[in-house]
């Protein structure tokens, strides 16, 4: 140990960076699993799962209204189109980008379409 004192450290490091790589893999792996679940939802569970994440906290829990307007009934009065426009680019106080991606953005119009509907 006295001759080298930098041994014990260098296999403390190899192991530490063997440990993070291999956390990382795992952590990249369970990821990409959620991801396939999530692309694998018909698009109204996919829009109803979006909504809940990012909606309701604006447009109230049964999305007739809060801080936004009530959108429960919104299919009646625009197209698939329109609505994913506006989910994913925002109108009026509605921010850009509250759904980041096009498939979002026409989950959520399916939807509310679905909910217009019933």
Do not use: W
């Amino acid at each position: 140990m006295k001759g080298k004192p930098l041994i014990p450290f260098f296999l403390i490091a190899v192991a530490g960076l063997v440990l993070t790589v291999g956390l990382s893999l795992v952590g990249v792996n369970q990821q990409a699993n959620e991801g396939e679940e999530e692309s694998q939802l018909d698009p109204v569970a996919r829009g109803e799962q979006v909504v809940n994440e990012n909606c309701i906290s604006c447009h109230g829990e049964n999305l007739e209204g809060g801080s936004g307007p009530n959108i429960s009934n919104v299919g009646n009065d625009m197209s698939a189109e329109e609505i994913a426009d506006i989910a994913q680019n925002g109108v009026g106080d509605m921010p850009p980008g509250v759904v980041s991606s096009a498939e979002d953005a026409q989950a959520v119009a399916e939807y509310l379409l679905s909910l217009s509907e019933e």
